[in-house]
Antibody, heavy 115, light 107 residues
Framework: EVQLVESGGGLVKPGGSLRLSCAVS????????MNWVRQAPGKGLEWLAY???????YVAESVKGRFTISRDNAENSLNLQMDNLRADDSGVYYC?????????WGQGTLVTVSS | DIQMTQSPSIVSASVGDRVTITCRAS??????LAWYQQKPGKAPKLLIY???SLENGVPSRFSGSGSGTEFTLTISSLQPDDFATYYC?????????FGQGTKVETK
């Protein structure tokens, strides 16, 4: 069974940092592209970052320079390092596997940026 | 970045209705378009990929069409389980932009 489980969310002050992780199982992680997507409360989906099987990285302009995506194929883990967080970064953060599109998603982890 | 414009924002419909949602890309994305369904408090669910390919397990009342910059999601006969929010997403090049979403609500 394919599973993606996000962790690392929580409450952080503006300007702070968080590192999100996505532990995957049930498929060969190294063979798939991966994405991070977020959803602010009551808002739509926002794509954040992508990493290919070969390590090519794309990042949305809205978070470029503050968010860093990485993958650890040995640990079957996808990560998102988030620095200089702002209040509008609050929301649920999802990791998703990509095969033509995002076919499997985690349950999400909540990030709240507030003083 | 490629921008995606979805319309309408809200659809009011009844069970049995045919529902059509449109998505426009700011530049050609060939057929690199996906559709998702999302219910409150849940992760999105993939319905359609590559513009018109039905994901395994998705009912055949869902269909997608289009290429280039104009795409459509059609629900042929709306069922009670279909009341949700639908998003398109382009999967072309160096970004993966979503449309702003279409909420399908009861009339």
């Amino acid at each position: 069974e394919v599973q993606l489980v996000e962790s690392g969310g929580g409450l952080v002050k503006p300007g702070g940092s968080l590192r999100l992780s996505c532990a995957v199982s049930g498929f060969t992680f190294s063979s798939y592209e991966m994405n991070w997507v977020r959803q602010a409360p009551g808002k739509g989906l926002e794509w954040l970052a992508y990493v290919s099987t070969g390590g090519t990285i794309y990042v949305a302009e809205s978070v470029k320079g503050r968010f860093t995506i990485s993958r650890d194929n040995a640990e079957n883990s996808l990560n998102l390092q988030m620095d200089n967080l702002r209040a509008d970064d609050s929301g649920v953060y999802y990791c998703a596997r990509e095969m033509w599109a995002s076919d499997y998603w985690g349950q999400g982890t909540l990030v709240t940026v507030s003083s | 970045d490629i921008q995606m414009t979805q319309s309408p924002s809200i659809v009011s419909a009844s069970v049995g209705d045919r529902v059509t949602i449109t998505c426009r890309a700011s530049q050609s994305i060939s057929s690199w378009l996906a559709w998702y369904q999302q219910k409150p408090g849940k992760a999105p669910k993939l319905l359609i990929y590559k513009a018109s390919s039905l994901e395994n397990g998705v009912p055949s009342r869902f269909s997608g069409s289009g290429s280039g910059t104009e795409f459509t999601l059609t629900i042929s006969s709306l069922q009670p389980d279909d009341f949700a929010t639908y998003y398109c997403q382009q999967c072309s090049g160096s970004s993966r932009t979503f449309g702003q979403g279409t909420k399908v609500e009861t009339k």
